[in-house]
């Protein structure tokens, strides 16, 4: 079946420092591919995503690439900020009928300032 | 993007009473339901998917008369916890997407922190 992992977190960053989250997933056909962000006490919020090979989402500062042949879905981001402490989710999900999405355990970031 | 908006943000009950989280979409069609539980250390579990007018498709481990699944329009699902213990005390996230339409994300509610004492 479908599956998504993300790395291990807390995450612990300084202030203006680069991100990297990994996330990698395994699924049959061609699944999009998201990253979703979760701020505390609150639901989920669709932070990108990327519906076919080799496109890039992004928003916020925040980008990732759909890459097939590593099936990989990274998210990075150049200099985060302390407001982005939260705690990201990678997802995989197909289109049509009633496909469930497939998430990550979530990796939490934290940021210092 | 779309628009998903659960009630109550928090409750706290009773052990022996029943809540009802109330989860709608405010601007589009949502065909499909899922209803998450989402354990400390931030990992989403799934408990069950609901298609508009039909019967919830609960995973394996949930006891669906502990949790009623109601999904009669295409805007509205509730999740009932019936006699609620203290073991059910969680945050309940509810999502929501329309398959019909080209994109395929699910948007998510604000989650319910719900507490029985």
């Known amino acids: 079946g479908d599956s998504v992992t993300q790395m291990e977190g807390p995450v612990t960053l300084s202030e203006e420092a680069f991100l990297t989250i990994n996330c990698t997933y395994t699924?049959?056909?061609?699944?999009?591919l998201f990253w979703y962000v979760q701020y505390p006490g609150e639901g989920l919020q669709l932070l990108l995503k990327?519906?076919?090979?080799?496109d890039k989402g992004s928003n916020k500062g925040f980008e990732a690439t759909y890459r097939k042949e590593t099936t990989s879905f990274h998210l990075e981001k150049g200099s985060v900020q302390v407001s982005d402490s939260a705690v990201y989710f990678c997802?995989?999900?197909?289109?049509?009928?009633?496909?469930?999405?497939?998430f990550g355990r979530g990796t939490s970031l934290i940021v210092h300032p | 993007g779309a628009v998903v908006s659960q009630h109550p943000s928090r409750v706290i009950c009773k052990s022996g009473t029943s809540v009802k989280i109330e989860c709608r979409s405010l601007?589009?069609?949502?065909?499909?339901m899922f209803w998450y539980r989402q354990f400390p250390k931030q990992s989403l579990m799934l408990m069950a998917t609901?298609?508009?007018?039909?019967?919830?498709?609960?995973e394996q481990g949930v006891e669906k008369d502990k949790f009623l699944i109601n999904h009669a329009s295409l805007t509205l699902s509730t999740l009932t916890v019936t006699s609620a213990h203290p073991e059910d005390s969680s945050f309940y996230i509810c999502?929501?997407?329309?398959?019909?339409?080209?994109?395929?994300?699910?948007?998510f509610g604000q989650g319910t922190r719900l507490t029985v004492v």
């Open positions: 609901s298609n508009e007018g039909s019967k919830a498709t609960y």
């Open positions: 997802a995989l999900m197909r289109s049509g009928g009633s496909y469930i999405p497939t």
């Open positions: 999502s929501a997407r329309d398959w019909r339409q080209l994109n395929t994300e699910a948007f």
């Open positions: 699924a049959t056909g061609y699944p999009s």
């Open positions: 990327a519906t076919k090979a080799d």
């Open positions: 601007d589009f069609q949502a065909t499909t």
